[in-house]
């Protein structure tokens, strides 16, 4: 079993920056893909990024690519989200997720919200116009 725990959001105004970190507990934390997820009010949670087990494969929700960047560092237990030139619509709680890969092996990444097994308690973006 792993916990997440989020850190790094608030309020930031449009253009800016902002980097999201997701610490995890336990000692098998490169035995999961990672992915981060968003929920603006109202709306379901939707997928933002993804990041295999050994980092080697990334992948991005449409509406971030170019923008946002995934990575982990399996020494700290952390994986990291990078936003830059936020918009206002990226506003919502963003979740760190991690998906149980030990039998999936070091190339393999998730995109579903079914697919992942535990989640952070989520942080709070708020991009201002």
């Known amino acids: 079993q792993v916990q997440l725990v989020e850190s790094g959001g608030g309020l930031v105004q449009a253009g800016g920056s902002l980097r999201l970190s997701c610490a995890a507990s336990g000692r098998t934390f490169s035995t999961y893909a990672m992915g981060w997820f968003r929920q603006a009010p109202g709306k379901e949670r939707e997928f933002v990024a993804a990041?295999?087990?050994?980092?080697?494969?990334?992948y991005y929700a449409d509406s971030v690519k170019g923008r946002f960047t995934i990575s982990r560092d399996n020494a700290k237990n952390t994986v990291y989200l990078q936003m830059n030139s936020l918009k206002p619509e990226d506003t919502a709680v963003y979740f760190c997720?991690?998906?149980?890969?030990?039998?999936?092996?070091?190339?393999?990444?998730?995109?579903?919200?079914?697919?992942?097994?535990?989640w952070g308690q989520g942080t709070q973006v708020t991009v201002s116009s």
């Open positions: 990041i295999s087990r050994n980092s080697g494969r990334t």
């Open positions: 997720a991690a998906s149980d890969a030990s039998e999936r092996g070091s190339w393999y990444y998730a995109t579903g919200v079914q697919q992942y097994h535990y």
